[in-house]
């Protein structure tokens, strides 16, 4: 790119060079200086078209045309030399200035073709484009096959296969236009993906919302044979929201809320238990036992419908059922044999209550 403009500059030079020293180039004895310019002026532009043909310049369109006004200036400049042995001043001024104009003709079209060729070479690599967005097309397949969305992906397909075969061909705009469909296209099924994986997740939510209001009915039964009420209340509000929910994180919160609930329903008829027992209220084994095993026979039973996806959970919990009515059936076993089948049912009853709760 250099040495084009530094001959254009050679050119510009020799121009001005002429008409100022037209009167001294007829008074010369010798006017080997312009034959000297000119084949310099030769070997430059000619050492130029070289490189061309050696790069194998895609865009060297204009070869033929380049190579005759080439040898027109050749010829020119043999006419010069001619002239000049003869001592023709006017004609060894003409044959120099057709010479020069020749080829600075030749290093304009020469610069174009550089100009062209940087140009194209500032272009983004439309292959890797390509390749890019290929990878993407596949994320979205997955995505849309673990989903079950059933997305119909025939027209990223095809213009994906567009756009490399007009890559392929060089086919600089069609390819640029096929990825911007291709990109147009990935975004709206990314998008209809998203929409899609939101519904999923609130349908899964509120099959779970469903469960909880079970769960949340047996509480309150269970609130209201302990007294109390403000938990009754609140469990209330809790299920009138938790039906009413319509996104993921309202109905998480509100069966947090129910988790909550639970476990302090629960310490405070543990506490209620151990204050009957500071107070000294004496109740006879049976009635004593038989309370406590109609409390952990419906904690067991609200806690069997939420143990169904955990076999684990759901073993502790039958056998807690079964005890209990082992226990039911035996009251006049031994006080302290039926207190150990108690605080074992207990602990199924947490074991289970424990893989439930970190399984939501």
Known sequence: MNKIYGIIAIFAFAGLLIPTY???VEAASGLDYMLTIAENAKRYVKSNIDQMDNNNTQDWKNRQAVLEIYDKSAYEIDQLSDAIENGDVKSAREHFISAMGNLKQISQMLNQIAENKAA??????HSQIIKRYEMNYQKLRQISDKLG???DFSEMESLLSLAKQNSQ???SDKTKQAIDQIALKGIQIYKTLQTINEENKIIRAQALAERYVDRINSLIVQAKTSGLLDYVE??????TQLVSSNSTSQISKNIRIVITIHNDIKEINKNNLEQIEVDDIRLSQTQRITSELNQLDTRAKLLHSDAQESNKALYYVEKALAIIDNVRNNLDSPESKINANIKQIERLLEAAEKIVQEST
């Open 22 to 24: 037209a009167i001294q």
């Open 120 to 125: 194209d070479a500032a272009l983004p690599d």
């Open 149 to 151: 969305a059933n997305i």
């Open 169 to 171: 061909r060089g086919e």
């Open 234 to 239: 609140k469990l209330e509000n809790t299920k």
